[in-house]
């Protein structure tokens, strides 16, 4: 690993160390208090080879499923229901499907607002007169 890389990695591990009990972030918005916007991929690079002796609550980030909804984002089942359990006892409500309310158990740090990304124009459709 490059001394670049172990950077960004300490600093995304900085950001998950902060989430507190009982809340989640997603990757995305991990690898953006990081420093990192649109960074979401690196954040799951670092917490994938991220080690035990890391010491991180690496079950309170999530994957992004929606406007306010994340997901557990392992795909190995037993990973998945580790992580599951974990947040379970946190207190954190996960549905059948594995998604999770981010207006109820999202986190931001303090002085922090949501950035709601502006609505881009759809395009013309195809055989449109519009120009």
């Known amino acids: 690993m490059t001394d670049h890389v172990a950077k960004l990695y300490r600093s995304i591990y900085a950001v998950v160390r902060r989430i507190p ?3 989640v ?3 995305g918005q991990v690898a953006e208090l990081a420093g990192i916007p649109g960074g979401a991929r690196v954040a799951g690079a670092a917490m994938k080879t991220s080690r035990p002796s890391d010491r991180l609550p690496w079950q309170r980030v999530i994957g992004k499923a929606g406007k306010n909804r994340g997901r557990i984002a392992i795909h190995d089942p037993v990973g998945a229901a580790f ?3 974990l947040l379970d006892d946190e207190g954190v409500t996960i549905t059948d499907t594995g998604l999770i309310a981010l207006d109820r158990y999202g986190w931001l740090p303090a002085g922090s ?3 709601e990304k502006p609505a881009r124009p759809k395009p013309p ?3 449109s007169r519009r120009r």
């Open 125 to 127: 459709r195809a055989g």
């Open 83 to 85: 992580q599951r359990q």
């Open 25 to 27: 972030a997603t990757y």
């Open 113 to 115: 607002a949501r950035r």
């Open 21 to 23: 009990t009982g809340h």
